[in-house]
């Protein structure tokens, strides 16, 4: 199997700087020491309540990181002037709900068919991989191969949350899904991403799956530096998405 991407959610770096209104940590040096780490590119989560990363952390981001940024927000007028503004490597669309703590579910790319296709085709044109952050429902699936994406990144948290509360028969069918829907994706001609919850005790059935090229992770490699530093986890992270691609 082609070796797998980690990419790398600096998100939670900006919520603890944002908790004491300070300029430190800085979500750019974590980005940095990330790289140097291994990682395969930078993800950042541009909110409309800008609850973590912040505007400025965007264009720090895009200016000062040697690896692909991987931009996420919602379909928004406001995150498509920003986004093709800085032209980052991806564009990743995802739901998003002012009250959730964090991304809840996929995006509903069927029900927006229209107006996704319209919203990505300037983004398609000015260069970025725009990436459609849905579940495994294979309506959700075709509709982003109609519309134009080129990836798909699959919500691994149903599984991720069966899989913490000890549900193993129940995780075991959501990750049957997963692998469903990443062998459909594949055969439609998308990419295959995945993220969301994954930790070093869930990954390695993830990133078992053949087709997933890439897997995004943030809150775990965050709060697990807190204990390791944020280089030996991500290694560590490293290893065992090589060691399940292996075989091991």
Not at 72 to 85: N, S, V, W, Y
Not at 202 to 231: K, S, T
């Amino acid at each position: 199997m082609h070796r797998q991407r980690l990419g790398v959610n600096i998100d939670h770096v900006a919520t603890v700087r944002n908790a004491r209104g300070s300029d430190w940590p800085d979500p750019l040096r974590a980005a940095l020491l990330a790289e140097a780490a291994g990682a395969d590119g930078i993800t950042a989560h541009l909110r409309e309540d800008r609850r973590h990363i912040r505007d400025a952390d965007m264009e720090a981001l895009r200016a000062g990181i040697g690896i692909p940024l991987n931009f996420e927000c919602a379909a928004t007028d406001e995150m498509a002037r920003i986004a093709l503004r800085l032209k980052p490597h991806a564009v990743c669309l995802v739901p998003e709900r002012r009250e959730e703590r964090t991304t809840e579910g996929g995006l509903d790319v069927a029900g927006d068919l229209a107006r996704l296709t319209d919203y990505i085709a300037p983004l398609r044109a000015a260069g970025c991989r725009v990436s459609m952050f849905i579940g495994h429902d294979p309506r959700q699936i075709a509709a982003s191969a109609r519309i134009g994406a080129a990836v798909v990144e699959l919500h691994t948290g149903h599984y991720s949350d069966l899989h913490a509360e000890g549900l193993l028969a129940e995780a075991e069918a959501e990750l049957a899904a997963l692998r469903e829907g990443a062998r459909l994706a594949a055969s439609l001609g998308l990419e295959v991403h995945a993220g969301h919850g994954l930790t070093f005790e869930n990954v390695a059935p993830i990133a078992a799956i053949p087709e997933v090229m890439e897997l995004n992770i943030g809150h775990f490699l965050i709060g697990e530096a807190i204990y390791l530093g944020l280089g030996p986890a991500i290694e560590e992270m490293r290893r065992r998405m090589d060691a399940a691609r292996a075989g091991a």
